[in-house]
């Protein structure tokens, strides 16, 4: 069974950089017909798709974070990584890492949330 | 951006009811249109997939359909365990978008 576990700094400071690693267990992270994605969700308010990696490397991005967003990912680990730049209060949110099964484009596979909060 | 609404935001029912839950798109996103349930302080879990497909595991009380812009998820004989907030999700094309949520409160 596959299993996704995310880890990071739980506090940020406004302006600095967010950073958030998800390890992937009981699967490979290069699995052709995979990506590897985030999605955040600020409390009490519904989900909002960041971006994703392909299994190949290639990533994409949602427009809304103004380039902001990098994720990368690193196969020795069998990890991906998310870096969030210049961050906010608006910032402040669950972060969830996730699967999409590319032959379908859904989100089959999550973690179980790590809660970051931007303040000084 | 493709826009998703779902109706109504809130829903009571009761156990052994069934009820419906809508979602449009601001455009035609053919079937794909995927449904999540989420409790709280928990991660979504997918239901459906391409509007009608069921995940491994999920209860066959649950049911989708649709196509174009126009969706529905449909749970009959409600259970306990069934009260939670769902969301919809276009896959048609990136930025990938969801509903607002549709919380099922007794």
């Known amino acids: 069974q596959l299993q996704l576990q995310e880890s990071g700094s739980g506090l940020v400071r406004p302006s600095q950089t967010l950073s958030l690693n998800c390890v992937v267990s009981?699967?490979?992270?290069?699995?052709?017909?995979?990506?590897w994605t985030w999605i955040r969700q600020p409390p009490g308010k519904g989900l909002e798709w960041i971006g994703y990696i392909y299994h190949t490397g290639s990533t994409y991005y949602n427009p809304s974070l103004n380039r902001r967003a990098t994720i990368s990912i690193e196969r020795s680990k069998n990890q991906f990584s998310l870096e969030l730049t210049s961050v906010t209060a608006a910032d402040t949110a669950v972060y969830y890492c996730?699967?999409?099964?590319?032959?379908?484009?859904?989100?089959?596979?999550w973690g179980q949330g790590a809660l970051v909060t931007v303040s000084s | 951006d493709i826009q998703m609404t779902q109706s109504p935001s809130s829903l009571s029912a009761s156990v052994g009811d069934s009820v419906t839950i809508t979602c449009r798109a601001s455009?035609?996103?053919?079937?794909?249109l995927n449904w999540y349930q989420q409790k709280p302080g928990k991660a979504p879990k997918l239901l459906i997939y391409t509007a009608s497909s069921f995940h491994s595991g999920v209860p066959v009380r649950f049911s989708g359909s649709g196509s174009g812009a126009d969706f529905t998820l449909t749970i009959s004989s409600l259970q306990p365990e069934d009260f939670a907030t769902y969301y919809c999700?276009?896959?048609?094309?990136?930025?990938?978008?969801f509903g607002q949520g549709t919380k099922l409160e007794i």
């Open positions: 455009q035609t996103i053919g079937i794909y």
């Open positions: 009981g699967g490979s992270i290069s699995t052709g017909g995979t990506s």
């Open positions: 999700q276009q896959s048609y094309t990136t930025p990938y978008t």
């Open positions: 996730a699967r999409i099964w590319m032959a379908d484009y859904f989100f089959d596979y």
